[in-house]
């Protein structure tokens, strides 16, 4: 079955020390990934997407995620996190196949930035 | 603002009650979606619709009804809820044309069933 994989339910770093929130998807083929945020009750907002091209894409608020094929992940990274990034963040992706954009959600990882 | 809407914000109602869920979009988008949010767990895809035609619903139980009036609106009408449907409603919208992919939600519904 196809699924993706947040193995921390919750990140707790610093501010302005660098931070990364873990997925690993399991997809056949080349798959779209990407992720997303919630603020406090807000809806999703789109942060970044790898489709295909460089490893490493930047996306907003200083956020990037590396492509691992090998590994089968697209970690979420930032160098210097701040007090605001703290929210629900979640990993996505779109199967190869498919006649719509159907998004794969993983179950979300709350990061805690403290001052 | 993502330009996805979604009234009311908050909803609260009986078991033998009738409500819907409206959900507009206002980006040109072809495709709306609906997602179930409960606490640890995965959004849920319930219902999609592409130009305007239901393509995809997830084993939803009847009492869930979407209707899909035209391409920029959306709707979840409920019926004979239970406590266990609970949860943030979320609605989305992409354009399907395999370049942009991304989707864009609207800020959510907080459904409470007493």
């Known amino acids: 079955a196809q699924s993706v994989a947040q193995p921390e339910d919750q990140v707790n770093v610093a501010e302005g020390n660098p931070l990364t929130v873990k997925c690993t998807y399991s997809v056949s083929g080349n798959p779209y990934l990407f992720w997303y945020v919630q603020y406090p009750n807000r809806g999703l907002q789109f942060l970044l997407k790898y489709i295909t091209g460089d490893n490493l894409v930047k996306g907003s608020y200083g956020f990037e995620a590396e492509f691992n094929k090998s590994q089968t992940s697209f970690h979420l990274k930032k160098p210097s996190a701040l007090v605001s990034d703290s929210a629900l963040y979640f990993c996505a992706v779109i199967p190869p196949t498919g006649g719509y954009n159907k998004l794969i959600f993983g179950a979300g990882t709350r990061l805690a930035v403290h001052p | 603002e993502t330009g996805v809407t979604q009234t009311p914000r908050h909803l609260v109602m009986g078991m033998t009650n009738k409500k819907s869920l409206k959900c507009e979009q206002h980006?040109?988008?072809?495709?709306m979606y609906w997602y179930k949010q409960s606490a640890k767990k995965p959004l849920e895809l319930m219902f999609v619709y592409s130009l305007e035609e239901r393509v995809e619903n997830n084993s939803v139980p009847s009492r869930f009804s979407p209707e899909c009036p035209n391409s920029s609106h959306l709707f979840l009408h409920l019926h004979t809820l239970q406590p266990e449907d609970s949860a943030l409603y979320l609605c989305?919208?992409?354009?399907?044309?395999?370049?942009?992919?991304?989707?864009?939600f609207g800020p959510g519904t907080r459904l409470t069933v007493t």
């Open positions: 989305a919208s992409s354009q399907e044309d395999r370049v942009s992919y991304e989707q864009y």
């Open positions: 980006l040109g988008h072809n495709a």
